[in-house]
C-alpha cells in the first residue's frame, strides 16, 4: 500500500516504464553520434595508428610496408581555405547584420537576407560545377594575375599563378558564398538580441548609428559573434564536394597562395575509391575522417556554447529563422 | 572642448526656454498627441502627469527627436530650444540629443565598467584623457553615485543595483553636458530607496539644467517637480505651478486622476 | 547642413566638436552607402550561379532528357531522377519518424537540462561534414552489415544525414507552442502524452513540416554520403540491393569530363538545373509553411 505522501509527490502512481519511450527517442541523436565514432573506430583499427603530422603523404600501392601517412599537407590546404573565407564570412557578416540592425527599413532587409539565406539551398555539388567551369576562368585570367601583379611583393602573393583558376583563391571564394547563410544569420540574430532601448540609448548619447554598431551593439554581441565564427569556421573546414572540385587536389605544401593545394575532407572523398584494395589505405583514411569528426566536434560543442540560444528561433540550421 | 556658453550670454534674448508649440503626432488614422503647446522653463524641474497611454512618453520623446526612430509617425508643430528649431531638416538629431540627454525606464548600462559607461558620450568626440577623468568624476558626483563608486571604478557596471545603474545612466547623460534631461519614468522599476536616492539627485540637478520627468506617481511629481502638465489622452489639459495643479486644479479630469479616481 | 542654421547652433559647440562631428556623420554615411553595396555583392554571386547554369543547360534541354538513361558520353537523366526520388523518399521514411520522435522528446518530454543536451547533440550531428556520413554509411551498413552498395544503403544513410535536420526543426515547432497550453493541459489532468499528441502536435504541425521540407531540399543535394553507399548507376532502380543513380552523384562523375568527349558536362549542369528548382521550390514550401505557422502562434500570443 502506497502512502499518501508518495501520491501527492508522484501524481498518480508511475512505473518506470513510463519514462522509456521518451528517453529512447531522446538517445537517437547521441545514440548515432556513438555509432559513427565506433564505426570509423573500428574501420581504422588493425594497423595501429597510421597517421603522422609529417609532409609525405604515400599510399603505396605497390608495396603496402613502405606507406607513410603524413597529412600536413592537408592540413595546411585546410586552414589555408576555412581561415581566409572565415574572415570574409565574418567581414560580409557583420557588414549584413549592421545594415539589418541600424540601416536599411525592415521590409527591405527582408528580401535581401531572404537572397542570402537561399546561398544555403544550393547543393555543394552544384556551387563546385558552377566553380570549376564559370568562375575558375574568371580566377585564372583576371583575379589572380591581377591580384599577383599588384600584390606580387607581399610575400605569398608572388611567384607561378595557374592559368586554369583551380586552387586556392577560388576554394576560398566557394567556400564563404557557402558559409555566409549560417554566420550571417547568426550574427544577425545576435545583433537583433540586444534591445532596442541600448541601441536607444547611444542615439540618445548623440551617437550616429555606426558608433552605436561599434561601441554598443559589437561588446553586447561580441561573445555570441565569436561562438557564429567558430561555426561558421566548422563548416567551412568540413565542406567536402565542392571544395574538392575548385582547390586543384594537389598533394603538396602550396608554394604561393594561388598554388593548387588539397584539404583533409578532400583526400578523404578524393582517394577512398583508390584504397578499397589496400587495407592499411583504407584504415588511415578511416583514421584520419576520425581525426576529422573530433575537430568538428570541438568546434562545435565550442561554438555553440559560446552562441547559446539566440532568441526563440535558436538554430544552427540556416533557413528556418 | 565642450562649451557651454551660459544662455544668458546668448542673442537675441529668447522668449521661452524649451517652447513646444502646436505638437501633434499622429500614427496612421490615431492620434497620440493633439496640438500640445507648452513653455518648458530653465533649471527647474517639469513633471509630466497622466494615465498610462495618454502620450507621456511619445510627448518626451519629442523633446529630443528619438520620436524619429519610431517607423510610421507623423509630426507636426514645433520644438524649439532658445528659439531653435529642433526639427530644422538642416540639424542632425544627433547634435540634438548631445545638448538634450535622456534617460530611461530601465536602467541601460553598456556592458562595461562604471567608468566606461560615464565616459561614453566623451569617447565619441575623443576627448582628452584628463578632460574625460574630469568630467566623468564631475557627472559621477551630479548624480550622487560618486561615493558609491569612486573606490572601484573599474568594476562591471552590471555589477552595480538597479538604482546605482539608473544613477549611472543619469551620470552618462550628464557627462556630455547636456542643457535639457529627459527621463522617462526612471524610477518605474526600482525599489523605494532606489527611487528615493533618484528623487534626491533630480532635486540636485536642477540648480544647473531643466528637467523633464514623466511620471504617472502622484506623489513623485509632488515631491519633485516645481511645474505639472497633466496630459489625457493626447491632449494637455493644464500646466502650472505643482501646488496649484495637484491642490486646486482647474479641470475635473485632472481632479479625478490625482485624487485617484483612475490611473 | 545650411551655413545659416549652423551658425544658429554652433553657440552650442565649439567648433572643435562640431568639427568632430562633421567627421563622425560623414563616417556614418559612408557606412550608410557601403552596407546595402555589401548586400548587393552578397546576391550577385547566386544570380550569376543561376545565370550561368541556365545557359549551359537549357539550350540543349528536351523532354527526352528526363526520359533517357545516361549512355556514357550522352543519354539523359532519367535513371538518376527516379534513384533520386526512391532515395529520398526512403531517408524520409526514417528521417520523419525519428526525428519527430526525437524532437518531442527534446521540446516535451524532457526536464530542463537533458533536452538542452539532446538538442546539443542534434546540432553537433548538423555540423557533422557529410563524409563523415559517407564513411560511416559505408562500414557500418555497407560492409558490417553487408548490405552492399545499395538503394537500401543510401537511403538509410541520407536518412541518417536527415534526421538531426527534422529533430531540430521539430524541437523548435513543439518548444514555441505557448508554456500557457500545457500548463492548461496538465491542470485539467491530462497527461504529458496526451498533451504532446492532442495539442502539441496540431498547433506545431506545419512547422514540422516545413522542417522536414527544409531537410528534404538539404539532403537531396547531398553527394558524400551516397558516393560509397549508393554507389552509381545509369539504370532505374527495381530492388533494394542494387546501386542505384541520384542527380549528385552524376554531376560528380561527369562534371570534369573533356568537353570535346560527349555531352557528359552538358548533363551535369541540366542535372544541376534540376536540382536547383527542385532546392528552390522547397525552400519557397518551407516559407509559406513557416509563414503559417508563425502566423499560427501570433494568434495564439494573442
Same mark, same amino acid.
Not at chain 2, 530607496?193 to 506623489?219: C, F, K, P, S, Y
Not at chain 3, 560509397?228 to 542505384?244: G, M, N, R, V
Not at chain 3, 554531376?251 to 573533356?258: H, S
Given at each position: 500500500m502506497r502512502s499518501f505522501r508518495d501520491r501527492i509527490r508522484t501524481g498518480r502512481p508511475r512505473g518506470v516504464w513510463s519514462a522509456l519511450p521518451p528517453l529512447a527517442a531522446a538517445a537517437i541523436p547521441l545514440a548515432l553520434i556513438a555509432a559513427i565514432v565506433v564505426t570509423l573506430v573500428r574501420a581504422g583499427s588493425g594497423h595501429g595508428w597510421l597517421l603522422n603530422l609529417g609532409l609525405d603523404w604515400n599510399p603505396s600501392t605497390g608495396e603496402p610496408s613502405l606507406s607513410n601517412f603524413g597529412v600536413l599537407v592537408f592540413l595546411v590546404g585546410s586552414f589555408a581555405t576555412a581561415l581566409p573565407a572565415l574572415a570574409l564570412v565574418l567581414l560580409f557578416s557583420l557588414a549584413l547584420g549592421a545594415a539589418t540592425a541600424l540601416y536599411l527599413p525592415r521590409r527591405i532587409s527582408l528580401v535581401l537576407n531572404g537572397f542570402v539565406d537561399l546561398l544555403a539551398g544550393i547543393p555543394s555539388v552544384v556551387y563546385g560545377i558552377w566553380g570549376f567551369w564559370i568562375v575558375a576562368p574568371v580566377f585564372g585570367t583576371v583575379i589572380n594575375p591581377w591580384l599577383n601583379g599588384h600584390l606580387g611583393f607581399v610575400p605569398g602573393f608572388g611567384g607561378p599563378v595557374p592559368s586554369t583558376g583551380v586552387g586556392i583563391p577560388l576554394a576560398v571564394f566557394v567556400l564563404t558564398l557557402m558559409t555566409l547563410p549560417l554566420t550571417a544569420v547568426l550574427v544577425r540574430e545576435s545583433l537583433l538580441a540586444v534591445p532596442v532601448t541600448y541601441r536607444e540609448a547611444g542615439l540618445a548619447l548623440g551617437a550616429t548609428r555606426w558608433e552605436v554598431f561599434r561601441r554598443v551593439l559589437l561588446p553586447f554581441a561580441r561573445r555570441r559573434i565569436g561562438g557564429a565564427a567558430l561555426l561558421g569556421f566548422g563548416r567551412a573546414f568540413g565542406e567536402t564536394v565542392a571544395v574538392f572540385m575548385v582547390i586543384g587536389d594537389a598533394t603538396k605544401i602550396p608554394v604561393n597562395i594561388f598554388d593548387l593545394s588539397y584539404t583533409v575532407p578532400g583526400v578523404l572523398v578524393g582517394q577512398f575509391d583508390s584504397a578499397f584494395v589496400q587495407p592499411n589505405y583504407l584504415a588511415a583514411l578511416a583514421q584520419l575522417a576520425l581525426v576529422l569528426l573530433a575537430i568538428s566536434l570541438l568546434i562545435n560543442i565550442g561554438g555553440r556554447w559560446l552562441v547559446g540560444r539566440v532568441g526563440r528561433g535558436a538554430s544552427l540550421v540556416p533557413g528556418v529563422a | 572642448m565642450i562649451a557651454v556658453p551660459?544662455? %544668458?550670454?546668448? %542673442?537675441? %534674448?529668447? %522668449?521661452?526656454?524649451l517652447e513646444v508649440d502646436h505638437l501633434s503626432v499622429r500614427a496612421g488614422a490615431r492620434t497620440i498627441l493633439d496640438d500640445v503647446t507648452l513653455n518648458i522653463p530653465d533649471r527647474t524641474v517639469t513633471g509630466v502627469l497622466g494615465p498610462s497611454g495618454c502620450g507621456k512618453t511619445t510627448f518626451i520623446r519629442c523633446l529630443n527627436r528619438m520620436v524619429e526612430l519610431s517607423r510610421g509617425l507623423r509630426l507636426e508643430g514645433s520644438v524649439r530650444l532658445l528659439g531653435r528649431d529642433l526639427y530644422d531638416r538642416a540639424i542632425d538629431p544627433a547634435l540634438v540629443r548631445r545638448r538634450i540627454g535622456m534617460v530611461f525606464q530601465r536602467p541601460t548600462v553598456f556592458p562595461s565598467s562604471v567608468f566606461e559607461n560615464a565616459a561614453f558620450g566623451l569617447r565619441l568626440v575623443h576627448a582628452s584623457e584628463e578632460e574625460v577623468d574630469r568630467r566623468v568624476e564631475d557627472a559621477l558626483r551630479r548624480s550622487g553615485l560618486w561615493d558609491e563608486v569612486r573606490d572601484d571604478l573599474d568594476r562591471s557596471a552590471l555589477s552595480l543595483s538597479g538604482g546605482q545603474q539608473q544613477r549611472l545612466c543619469i551620470a552618462r547623460a550628464l557627462a556630455v553636458e547636456p542643457r535639457v534631461l529627459l527621463l522617462d519614468e526612471p524610477t518605474s522599476n526600482l525599489d523605494p530607496q532606489g527611487t528615493q536616492r533618484i528623487e534626491a539627485t533630480v532635486r540636485r540637478l536642477r540648480e544647473d539644467i531643466a528637467i523633464v520627468i514623466v511620471t504617472h506617481n502622484v506623489g513623485q511629481a509632488a515631491r519633485i517637480s516645481d511645474r505639472v502638465a497633466f496630459l489625457h489622452a493626447g491632449r494637455l489639459v493644464e500646466v502650472g505651478p505643482t501646488a496649484d495643479i495637484l491642490e486646486r486644479p482647474r479641470e475635473a479630469l485632472t481632479e479625478q486622476f490625482i485624487t485617484g479616481r483612475f490611473s | 547642413m545650411s551655413a545659416a542654421s549652423e551658425t544658429a547652433w554652433a553657440e552650442w559647440f565649439s567648433p572643435e566638436e562640431l568639427g568632430h562631428f562633421r567627421r563622425r556623420r560623414s563616417i556614418d554615411r559612408w557606412f550608410g552607402r557601403l552596407l546595402p553595396v555589401v548586400f548587393l555583392v552578397a546576391i550577385i554571386p547566386i544570380l550569376d550561379l543561376v545565370y550561368w547554369v541556365s545557359q549551359r543547360s537549357l539550350p540543349t534541354f528536351t523532354w527526352a532528357i528526363l526520359t533517357t538513361n545516361p549512355t556514357g558520353n550522352a543519354g539523359g537523366l532519367y535513371g538518376p531522377l527516379v534513384g533520386t526520388v526512391y532515395l529520398l523518399l526512403m531517408g524520409l521514411a526514417i528521417a520523419v519518424p525519428l526525428g519527430i520522435l526525437a524532437g518531442l522528446a527534446s521540446?516535451?518530454?524532457?526536464?530542463h537540462p537533458w533536452g538542452e543536451v539532446v538538442r546539443g547533440a542534434g546540432d553537433l550531428l548538423v555540423g557533422t561534414p557529410s563524409v563523415i556520413l559517407g564513411y560511416f554509411g559505408y562500414f557500418a551498413l555497407v560492409l558490417y552489415l553487408g548490405w552492399g552498395a545499395s538503394l537500401l544503403a543510401g537511403g538509410v544513410t541520407l536518412g541518417i544525414f536527415m534526421l538531426p535536420y527534422v529533430a531540430r526543426t521539430s524541437d523548435q515547432a513543439f518548444s514555441s507552442v505557448p508554456t500557457d497550453l500545457r500548463d492548461a493541459a496538465l491542470g485539467a489532468g491530462a497527461r504529458l502524452r496526451q498533451y504532446a499528441a492532442r495539442i502539441a502536435f496540431p498547433i506545431a504541425l506545419p512547422q514540422v513540416l516545413s522542417g522536414i521540407f527544409l531537410a528534404a531540399a538539404i539532403g537531396i543535394g547531398e553527394t558524400a554520403p551516397l558516393l560509397w553507399t549508393a554507389l552509381f548507376s545509369s539504370y532505374p532502380p527495381t530492388q533494394l540491393s542494387e546501386p542505384t543513380g541520384y542527380l549528385t552523384g552524376l554531376i560528380w562523375n561527369y562534371f570534369d569530363e573533356p568537353p570535346t568527349f560527349g555531352t557528359e558536362v552538358t548533363l551535369a549542369f541540366q542535372a544541376a538545373l534540376i536540382l536547383i528548382a527542385i532546392v528552390v521550390a522547397m525552400n519557397v514550401i518551407v516559407r509559406v509553411l513557416a509563414e503559417r505557422s508563425r502566423r499560427k502562434l501570433e494568434g495564439l500570443y494573442g
Amino acid at each position: 500500500m502506497r502512502s499518501f505522501r508518495d501520491r501527492i509527490r508522484t501524481g498518480r502512481p508511475r512505473g518506470v516504464w513510463s519514462a522509456l519511450p521518451p528517453l529512447a527517442a531522446a538517445a537517437i541523436p547521441l545514440a548515432l553520434i556513438a555509432a559513427i565514432v565506433v564505426t570509423l573506430v573500428r574501420a581504422g583499427s588493425g594497423h595501429g595508428w597510421l597517421l603522422n603530422l609529417g609532409l609525405d603523404w604515400n599510399p603505396s600501392t605497390g608495396e603496402p610496408s613502405l606507406s607513410n601517412f603524413g597529412v600536413l599537407v592537408f592540413l595546411v590546404g585546410s586552414f589555408a581555405t576555412a581561415l581566409p573565407a572565415l574572415a570574409l564570412v565574418l567581414l560580409f557578416s557583420l557588414a549584413l547584420g549592421a545594415a539589418t540592425a541600424l540601416y536599411l527599413p525592415r521590409r527591405i532587409s527582408l528580401v535581401l537576407n531572404g537572397f542570402v539565406d537561399l546561398l544555403a539551398g544550393i547543393p555543394s555539388v552544384v556551387y563546385g560545377i558552377w566553380g570549376f567551369w564559370i568562375v575558375a576562368p574568371v580566377f585564372g585570367t583576371v583575379i589572380n594575375p591581377w591580384l599577383n601583379g599588384h600584390l606580387g611583393f607581399v610575400p605569398g602573393f608572388g611567384g607561378p599563378v595557374p592559368s586554369t583558376g583551380v586552387g586556392i583563391p577560388l576554394a576560398v571564394f566557394v567556400l564563404t558564398l557557402m558559409t555566409l547563410p549560417l554566420t550571417a544569420v547568426l550574427v544577425r540574430e545576435s545583433l537583433l538580441a540586444v534591445p532596442v532601448t541600448y541601441r536607444e540609448a547611444g542615439l540618445a548619447l548623440g551617437a550616429t548609428r555606426w558608433e552605436v554598431f561599434r561601441r554598443v551593439l559589437l561588446p553586447f554581441a561580441r561573445r555570441r559573434i565569436g561562438g557564429a565564427a567558430l561555426l561558421g569556421f566548422g563548416r567551412a573546414f568540413g565542406e567536402t564536394v565542392a571544395v574538392f572540385m575548385v582547390i586543384g587536389d594537389a598533394t603538396k605544401i602550396p608554394v604561393n597562395i594561388f598554388d593548387l593545394s588539397y584539404t583533409v575532407p578532400g583526400v578523404l572523398v578524393g582517394q577512398f575509391d583508390s584504397a578499397f584494395v589496400q587495407p592499411n589505405y583504407l584504415a588511415a583514411l578511416a583514421q584520419l575522417a576520425l581525426v576529422l569528426l573530433a575537430i568538428s566536434l570541438l568546434i562545435n560543442i565550442g561554438g555553440r556554447w559560446l552562441v547559446g540560444r539566440v532568441g526563440r528561433g535558436a538554430s544552427l540550421v540556416p533557413g528556418v529563422a | 572642448m565642450i562649451a557651454v556658453p551660459d544662455p %544668458a550670454s546668448l %542673442a537675441p %534674448a529668447p %522668449a521661452g526656454f524649451l517652447e513646444v508649440d502646436h505638437l501633434s503626432v499622429r500614427a496612421g488614422a490615431r492620434t497620440i498627441l493633439d496640438d500640445v503647446t507648452l513653455n518648458i522653463p530653465d533649471r527647474t524641474v517639469t513633471g509630466v502627469l497622466g494615465p498610462s497611454g495618454c502620450g507621456k512618453t511619445t510627448f518626451i520623446r519629442c523633446l529630443n527627436r528619438m520620436v524619429e526612430l519610431s517607423r510610421g509617425l507623423r509630426l507636426e508643430g514645433s520644438v524649439r530650444l532658445l528659439g531653435r528649431d529642433l526639427y530644422d531638416r538642416a540639424i542632425d538629431p544627433a547634435l540634438v540629443r548631445r545638448r538634450i540627454g535622456m534617460v530611461f525606464q530601465r536602467p541601460t548600462v553598456f556592458p562595461s565598467s562604471v567608468f566606461e559607461n560615464a565616459a561614453f558620450g566623451l569617447r565619441l568626440v575623443h576627448a582628452s584623457e584628463e578632460e574625460v577623468d574630469r568630467r566623468v568624476e564631475d557627472a559621477l558626483r551630479r548624480s550622487g553615485l560618486w561615493d558609491e563608486v569612486r573606490d572601484d571604478l573599474d568594476r562591471s557596471a552590471l555589477s552595480l543595483s538597479g538604482g546605482q545603474q539608473q544613477r549611472l545612466c543619469i551620470a552618462r547623460a550628464l557627462a556630455v553636458e547636456p542643457r535639457v534631461l529627459l527621463l522617462d519614468e526612471p524610477t518605474s522599476n526600482l525599489d523605494p530607496q532606489g527611487t528615493q536616492r533618484i528623487e534626491a539627485t533630480v532635486r540636485r540637478l536642477r540648480e544647473d539644467i531643466a528637467i523633464v520627468i514623466v511620471t504617472h506617481n502622484v506623489g513623485q511629481a509632488a515631491r519633485i517637480s516645481d511645474r505639472v502638465a497633466f496630459l489625457h489622452a493626447g491632449r494637455l489639459v493644464e500646466v502650472g505651478p505643482t501646488a496649484d495643479i495637484l491642490e486646486r486644479p482647474r479641470e475635473a479630469l485632472t481632479e479625478q486622476f490625482i485624487t485617484g479616481r483612475f490611473s | 547642413m545650411s551655413a545659416a542654421s549652423e551658425t544658429a547652433w554652433a553657440e552650442w559647440f565649439s567648433p572643435e566638436e562640431l568639427g568632430h562631428f562633421r567627421r563622425r556623420r560623414s563616417i556614418d554615411r559612408w557606412f550608410g552607402r557601403l552596407l546595402p553595396v555589401v548586400f548587393l555583392v552578397a546576391i550577385i554571386p547566386i544570380l550569376d550561379l543561376v545565370y550561368w547554369v541556365s545557359q549551359r543547360s537549357l539550350p540543349t534541354f528536351t523532354w527526352a532528357i528526363l526520359t533517357t538513361n545516361p549512355t556514357g558520353n550522352a543519354g539523359g537523366l532519367y535513371g538518376p531522377l527516379v534513384g533520386t526520388v526512391y532515395l529520398l523518399l526512403m531517408g524520409l521514411a526514417i528521417a520523419v519518424p525519428l526525428g519527430i520522435l526525437a524532437g518531442l522528446a527534446s521540446g516535451v518530454f524532457l526536464p530542463h537540462p537533458w533536452g538542452e543536451v539532446v538538442r546539443g547533440a542534434g546540432d553537433l550531428l548538423v555540423g557533422t561534414p557529410s563524409v563523415i556520413l559517407g564513411y560511416f554509411g559505408y562500414f557500418a551498413l555497407v560492409l558490417y552489415l553487408g548490405w552492399g552498395a545499395s538503394l537500401l544503403a543510401g537511403g538509410v544513410t541520407l536518412g541518417i544525414f536527415m534526421l538531426p535536420y527534422v529533430a531540430r526543426t521539430s524541437d523548435q515547432a513543439f518548444s514555441s507552442v505557448p508554456t500557457d497550453l500545457r500548463d492548461a493541459a496538465l491542470g485539467a489532468g491530462a497527461r504529458l502524452r496526451q498533451y504532446a499528441a492532442r495539442i502539441a502536435f496540431p498547433i506545431a504541425l506545419p512547422q514540422v513540416l516545413s522542417g522536414i521540407f527544409l531537410a528534404a531540399a538539404i539532403g537531396i543535394g547531398e553527394t558524400a554520403p551516397l558516393l560509397w553507399t549508393a554507389l552509381f548507376s545509369s539504370y532505374p532502380p527495381t530492388q533494394l540491393s542494387e546501386p542505384t543513380g541520384y542527380l549528385t552523384g552524376l554531376i560528380w562523375n561527369y562534371f570534369d569530363e573533356p568537353p570535346t568527349f560527349g555531352t557528359e558536362v552538358t548533363l551535369a549542369f541540366q542535372a544541376a538545373l534540376i536540382l536547383i528548382a527542385i532546392v528552390v521550390a522547397m525552400n519557397v514550401i518551407v516559407r509559406v509553411l513557416a509563414e503559417r505557422s508563425r502566423r499560427k502562434l501570433e494568434g495564439l500570443y494573442g
